[in-house]
């Protein structure tokens, strides 16, 4: 795509970084067909193609978001199917990241959406305040019916709606300290505990934990780590973004440093895509550039790690069907497509993937709640995608996915780690029915 930049705009690294991603598209409109927006809505607009065309048209004239180009923007998922299809590598994420931060400096929001945008990023980040306005939210959901009335009140009421009915108590292995390898060990990880997840299901990182010492490799959680920051980059909260990632990078540096570490497991993919983008998101700060650049090579997801190790004949086969949903920041935002279904399968787990597996649920963050009209419609065409397979139980490797799915779903849907901590002499997830054939490993 020609461009036409001023030298003077293009001394702006972020927007010279914009121009050279602009310049790979070839406008073929491949995009389109798998954007699960595009496919919901059928307007131009609302594909990869027609949002690079407008976030072109912003940034070479050097104008302020309008209205219009705001509605299109906040109405992508992020879910970077659009780059999995791309044939010419426009790297989609990065110019839509800068399109966001773009509109959070140069646009007014209507008071009511600045106000929810400006809650989730008060709350949401932070586990304590995500627990308390869970609590509360018990409270508010007979109310969720009369926001729904009113269109600007219209994501309180879908966040009144996805708050569980209970919230578990938090987890002891969530502190920060070391969890010793059992046995002689073989390998020494940091474990991302996150801001959301370890709220709404601590479950998943104590069977991530447990698993992996099983296995032999001693996991630290370490002091001073938190939210990944990307919650409020998919916002275009820069800063705040940019001080959560620094704050990981020192929390984990201290560890490399410290003992050393083979990698930063992460169990929500949603989070492993963004930290795999520190080096790209910090690579303009002197102080911080080369340490994220070392955080990002080491970040993995638990699936992508387990993959690496040698692992024994599991403890019980449970026979169960398993429909495995690939989040789309699993699937897209870092490539791995194949790990956790041969995980699962080894296992003793039968693999289906459901119909039209590169469409996103929905969730997409807080997608779910700022746009939850288009997001019911993706999850509930997720939902009879998934209920045609048949199976027992849905495995996905994002706490943003389980939610979404299990709000419509009549099926348990679990994380990967539990059904192979499970597989492995764990715990049975709580919700999953007992194994077809419970064998005994010989
Ligand atoms: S597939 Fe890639 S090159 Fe083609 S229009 Fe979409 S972003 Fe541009
Ligand atoms: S990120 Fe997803 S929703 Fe956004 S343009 Fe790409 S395919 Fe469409």
Known sequence: MQTSFTPAQLADPHVAESEKILRKCVHCGFCTATCPTYVTLGNELDSPRGRIYLIKDMLENGRPADREIVTHIDRCLSCLACMTTCPSGVNYMHLVDHARAHI?????????????????????????????????????????????????????AA??????????????????????????????????????QPVLEPGINEAAISLLTRLGVEVVVPQGEGCCGALVHHMGREEQALASAGRNVDAWMRQIDNGGLDAIVITASGCGTTIKDYGFMLRLDPAYAEKAARVSA??????????????????????????????CSMQHGQKITRQPKELLARAGF???????????????????????????????????????????????GNIGCITQI?????????????????????PKPAGVPEGRALVAAE
Not at 298 to 327: C, F
Not at 376 to 390: P, W, Y
Request: aromatic share 6%; glycine share 6%.
């Open 159 to 196: 966040m009144l709606r996805l708050a569980p009915a209970a919230v578990p108590e938090a987890s002891a292995m969530a502190l920060p300290g070391n969890h010793a390898a059992a046995g002689t060990r073989r390998g020494r990880v940091a474990i991302l505990t996150g801001c959301a």
């Open 298 to 327: 080491l970040a993995k997801d638990i699936t992508e790690y387990l993959a690496t190790l040698d692992l024994p004949e599991p403890a019980r086969k449970p026979g169960l069907t398993v429909a495995y949903h690939s989040a």
């Open 350 to 396: 039968v693999v289906k993937e459901p119909r039209e597996g590169h469409l996103c649920c929905g969730s997409a963050g807080t997608y779910n709640i700022m746009q939850p009209e288009i997001s019911a419609r993706l999850r509930d065409r997720k939902v009879k995608n998934i209920e045609a397979t048949g199976a027992d139980i849905v495995a996905t």
């Open 104 to 156: 959070e400096k140069t646009y007014k929001r209507p008071l009511p959406n600045r106000a929810i945008r400006a809650l989730l990023a008060f709350v949401l980040p932070h586990p304590a305040r995500f627990r308390a306005a869970l609590k509360l939210a018990k409270l508010g959901r007979p109310f969720a019916g009369l926001f729904e009335k009113v269109a600007a009140f219209k994501p309180l």
């Open 406 to 426: 299990a709000s419509a779903a009549n099926l348990p849907v679990v994380h990967t780690v539990k059904l192979l901590d499970w597989a492995y002499g764990g």
